[in-house]
Structure formats: structure tokens, C-alpha cells
């Protein structure tokens, strides 16, 4: 897709966003704001101090509706969808850490599979005027975690089973069986089904990203954030050289740009909104190449912080391995041919570029600069 075609289709739509106040949703609710769609987001309030969604300054755009609610409260959520009336809805919101789904699992499957539900129940009862359909297309954001990860050294493909092994990935796993299951019950998949049936029309994808990075990520337990907390720590006190710890140096994992799955999100929800056929479950990562160790992530950062250091303290890191850590998987991977076959897409930005725009913000931030600024400066970077 080029940028004209975003601007053209975005102009106007009506898009709900759940989870818009969190790393992707404000990045997602920037891009969609510069299309000119008309968005509404509903999410609780970001808990991470600092955070991108205050940083970025969108609670205040025009064409910006902020809702603060629980996807996990079906009937605020009803009210949501019936004052907007969205003709496209992309859910994101979602306990998203693996560490916290072992200390709170209940709470986990309950936002992440009600949540879903919830959504869904409510596309599936929001009408407009006339009493047709109000969304057209709704897309269910979920994790490369998805999978019944067997540590093999293949790239996992859509059509092979679904089994999260932690409650985090188990309860994503879930997400998408309750979409499937919705999308089989209450909606038609073609425009003879809908004539036969009486079932309405209306297109529902999942897509499945891996690990990404960016600049406003500042969650617990991920290795980037915790990179850049350490270098902030050692800036605030004014030290020579910042620290990082790693956890787990040798897990491999499908890093990514965080403009890199928005942008296929945006992709699928458009395409499909057109036409139906593109509907379906799609894989969105990085190319082979840039499936990289936790360590290789890490010898990334430090390099490119360590380039210019100017008035930042050198960084450097060591391993230390956790006694009695949550099972996390050592090998993920995913095969993103389909997403390149149906849609021509291709990641644009590879892991070193995608680490040196994570290394830019992060020192725009540290100096106090405009993230609005540096926010535009990226996405326009990623079109051209």
C-alpha cells in the first residue's frame, strides 16, 4: 500500500480503537488521526508513568474521542459503540505481558477472552439508523504466542494449531477461537451467504504480530523498555555507563519496528472492508534475517547508543539468569508468506533500523524534545 491510498480510504471513517491508551494504540491512534479517520478509543487510563499516550499529546486532537473503560464492562462498552457507530473497529486492548498473566491468570482470561467476547457482542447488536450492520470490518489483534509452540526452527504458519502455553498466550489462543466461533455463528462470510442466510455481512480477520519495539514503550518485563529505564536511571544520577540485566540472552524471538504490524493492521482492515475475500487469520513479522536473540537485540542497542554518546552515559549488559523463572518459550518464529502473498506486503524497516529509530526517541524523550515532533518525523519517515 502507498500513502495515498491510506489517506483516501482513512479520510472520515469512523474507527473505534479498544486499548488505544496503551504502546501500540497511541502509535495506531497517531497514524489514524494523520489519515484524517475519525476515531474513538476506548481503554482504561495508561498506568505507566511516564507513558506514550500522555507524551504524544492526543487526548486533545480534534477528530479524538477518549472514552475511559474495561472491555471487561459490556454495557459501557454497548454505549460506546452505539453513540460512535464505528464502520471499523480494531481491538487491541488486552493484558499483554506474559510475566504478569503467571501472577494474575484469572484477570488475564478475563480481559482477554471476555474482552473479546464482549467486543464481539457488541458488533455484532450496534445498528445504524436504517437498522443495518454499523461496522464492516473488525480486526482482532492478537500475538505470535498464539501457537502450540513446539521450540522447532520453522516459522509457524496460520493453519497449524493453536495452543498458548502460559495463561498470557493461552488466553490470546482463546481470543481467537471466540472470534472464529462469532464470525461462523453471526456473520456471514460471502454476499450469497448473506443473501441465503439473512446473516449480515461483515469482514473479521486476526492478526497475530510478534515481539515489537519502539520508541513510548515503557511496559514491565520487556527487554527494550528495560534497556531504556536503565540508561534514564544512569542519565537522572549522572553516571558514566548504564547497566542492562538480561534475562534471557539466547530466546529468539520475531523483533519488529512497532509501525511495522500497525501499518499491516491498517492494510487488512481496509482491504477486507472492500472486499470480503481478504478475510482470515495473518501472520505479521519481520523477515527471517531479523528474527534475533534477546542478546543480539541488546549488542544492537548498546551499539547504536554507544555511537554518539554526547551528554548520555555509555550502556553495556550482562546476563543473569532468574532461580524458579516463569516458563517463557526460548524459540518463537513466524512464517509471513501469506500476509506477503495476498496483501504484496513486505516489513520495510529491518532490525537495525528499527533499533536506531527505538535509539532516536528515546534520546528526544531524555532531552525533553517534542515526542510530537519525532512521532510525525517516524511516520512520514516509514511512508516515504
Known sequence: MNKNEFFTFYKNKRVLITGHTGFKGTWLTKILLRFGAQVTGYALEPIAQPNLFELSGIRNYENFYHVTGDVRDLQKLKKVFQDSRPEIVIHL???PIVRESYKDPVGTYFTNVMGTVNVMECIRTTRNAEGTLAVRSFLNVTTDKVYQNKEG???YRENEPLDGYDPYSNSKSCSELVTHSYKNSFFSSSKKEALETGKPLMAISTARAGNVIGGGD???????PDSVKAVKNAFDW???EAEIIVRNPHSIRPYQHVLEPLFM???????QYENIKFVGCYNVGPDDSDCVSTGKLVDLFCARWNENIDLFPKVCWKSIVESNAPQEASFLKLDCSKAKGVFGWKPRWNID???EQTVCFTRVWMKEESIVDEMDREIAAYLE
Open 218 to 224: 515503557f511496559a514491565k518485563d520487556r527487554i527494550i
Open 153 to 155: 526452527c520453522w516459522g
Open 238 to 240: 549522572k553516571m558514566q
Open 265 to 271: 493492521y491498517l492494510t487488512i482492515a481496509m482491504m
Open 93 to 95: 486492548a488486552a493484558q
Open 353 to 355: 533500523m528499527a533499533v
